[in-house]
């Protein structure tokens, strides 16, 4: 398997080392405790499985899990799951590329399905590797200081797992396949460990406690990210607010750059590279589909403005379904810390053309400023990972923000466009599969409006349905247009998710906005105080407010209106 150089991993650790952290460490033996030995110690041990293990939607998957580890080092009890986790992960890859020999001379779909199951299993190896990498390089201080970064990898795990699943078409044989591999393959068993995992992330506390372990944290005050006063960003990122880097490449058609496309000037990426590499992509519109690989990180990608700099397709799942919505995407991102400003993304397939991606997002962490998504039925796929994204215009039909991220959008313009007839319109289909997860798309202080000539009558429009079972939307200090109904939200199927999704809304305004009408199962409208676990400063600052920073894009740390 190869290794792969993660810049989040180096990021984290450097950030670990610079908070101050006072450790107080408590840790009683009785005379018949030797360590992990004797009655005390398999007490202890109990105690903890039973600590983590209660409540878990897999209960007897983590108690087998977690009642295997002989250990009194807390720190065990992850990396145990996180090799049981990985032994899956890599069963169904190992799966995948027999299938692939399989049905070499088979149905289209199945093949492409099968290679888009490879592309994402190996994604979820590296989350592993990376999830790895952190316990074995910490102790369980900086690992208890480091659990939300922990828990963005294992998340992106829970998504590409699914979307291998969800590549499957429910019929002939894709189906089959997708069976083969959900069962024999191990997909399910990704999901279910996966999920433990999270469990002993969100429990690390009874972990702590069983273990007689007391840990007292001191983080030095940070001053938050101001859009007036951004003086604390380092000087050579403040560059990225105001006049534009100098790049190390230049994208132009007419011959005035290195590259006349986008691809060539991201495979110029040295090989070992250090700090940003910024490419400047000058106006013009660009018909390709370029990929920012995982093992090309920190690209600073800038244009001309997003009806400038423009990156174009149509790829799409219909009519004649040459792609899956996978690899529909005009430009895709794996690579970790990408910012993009001034660019606008498209896929104009149209509502025919069903699912038609303009931008796919993977990386740990990415940024979007002051960019365009033009599409119709799934145009931003915020497939994983966290992603801040401000000052963009956003625009398409069904389900047209969707994914299984931890994405916070601000200060954008989100509009609805005209469907095919009797299609309607939803805003956002998260596809959150476990509440520990903390992932979910939360739009803050935004425009959400239809485009000229939309008849809600004939098109109705919604904030968003439940995709998967957690599926988490929030919306908050958001102008709301009339063409939404007063409902709110769809459901999927039938009463599916509807108990476990979870849709909300704090301080919105318009005519769209209907606190009194809406369904009875989202869960109405926010205190103030629990529309706060939504803005910058808590829903990302876990992740890591420094990477934010870093980005140097301005972004509200809190409430903009109240």
């Known amino acids: 398997m190869n290794k792969i150089f ?5 990021l984290i650790l450097v950030v670990g080392c610079a908070v101050g952290t006072i450790l107080i460490v408590r840790q009683g033996k009785s005379s018949g405790d030797s360590g992990g030995g004797g009655s005390s110690g398999l007490a202890t041990h109990s105690k903890a499985v039973a600590a983590i293990c209660h409540g878990s939607n897999y209960q007897k998957e ?5 009642g295997a580890v002989n250990s009194t080092d807390p720190k065990d009890y992850i990396a145990a799951v996180l090799a049981k986790a990985m032994k899956k992960v890599i069963g169904a890859a ?6 692939a020999v399989e049905h070499k001379s088979g149905e289209e779909g199945v093949k492409m399905a099968i290679e888009d199951c490879k592309d994402l299993l190996q994604s979820a190896i590296d989350s592993l590797e990376a999830s790895n990498m952190m316990i074995k390089g910490g102790d369980i201080r ?5 659990t939300d970064d922990l828990r963005n990898w294992l998340a992106m795990v829970l998504s590409f797992q699914q979307s291998c699943y969800d590549g499957f078409e429910d019929k002939g044989g894709e ?7 959900h069962t024999e393959g191990g997909l399910d068993g990704i999901q279910r460990l996966t999920a433990v995992a999270l469990d002993v992330l969100s429990g690390i506390n009874n972990l702590l406690s ?5 840990l007292t944290v001191n983080v030095p005050s940070r001053r938050l990210l101001e859009e007036e006063d951004p003086s604390w960003i380092h000087e050579g990122d403040r560059k990225l607010l105001g006049s534009n880097p100098e790049p190390n490449v230049v994208v132009a058609q007419d011959g005035s750059g290195q590259f006349k496309t986008i691809t060539d000037a991201i495979k110029s990426y040295p090989k070992k590279h250090q700090g940003r590499f910024v490419i400047y992509v000058k106006a013009g519109i660009y018909k390709e589909y370029p990929l920012v690989d995982k093992k090309k990180p920190n690209i600073y990608m800038y244009g001309d403005g997003p009806t400038k700099t423009i990156i174009t397709g149509n790829r799409c799942v219909e009519p004649k379904k040459k792609y899956k919505t996978f690899t529909s995407a005009t430009f895709a991102v794996a690579g970790d810390m990408f910012i993009a400003k001034g660019i606008g993304f498209e896929n104009t397939a149209g509502s025919v053309g069903h699912q038609a991606v303009a931008l796919r997002t993977q990386a740990p962490h990415a940024a979007f400023y002051q960019c365009a998504f033009r599409g119709f039925q799934d145009t931003l796929y915020v497939q994983a990972g966290i992603q801040l994204i401000r000052e963009c215009e956003i625009t398409g039909t069904i389900d047209f923000i969707f994914g299984a991220s931890r994405t916070l959008i601000q200060k954008s313009q989100i509009i609805m466009r005209k469907p095919m007839e009797n299609q309607r319109n939803i805003v956002v289909a998260d596809g959150s599969l476990d509440p520990k997860a903390g992932t979910g798309v939360v739009i803050q202080n935004s425009d959400i409006s239809p485009e000229p000539g939309l008849d809600r009558n004939v098109n109705p429009c919604y ?5 998967k079972a957690y599926s988490k939307a929030i919306f908050m200090e958001s102008p709301i247009g009339g063409q939404i109904q007063p409902d709110g939200y769809l459901p999927w199927t039938g009463d599916m998710y509807l108990k476990t999704c979870y849709f909300a809304e704090y301080a919105n305004t318009g005519p769209g906005y209907s606190p009194r009408t809406r369904v009875k199962w989202g869960r109405g409208q926010l205190t103030k105080d629990q529309a706060s676990a939504y803005t910058a400063t808590r829903y990302l600052e876990g992740a890591g407010v420094p990477w934010l920073a870093s980005t140097g894009i301005p972004y509200d740390p809190s409430f ?3």
Do not use: Y
């Open 6 to 10: 993660l810049p989040g991993v180096a």
């Open 62 to 66: 983590c108690e087998d899990t977690l």
């Open 94 to 99: 190992n799966m995948s590329d027999k299938l």
């Open 142 to 146: 900086s690992i208890e200081d480091r």
């Open 175 to 181: 189906k089959e396949v997708r069976d083969t591999l």
């Open 210 to 214: 069983a273990f007689n372990l007391d």
């Open 463 to 467: 904030l968003a349905r439940p995709w």
């Open 560 to 562: 903009t209106k109240s």
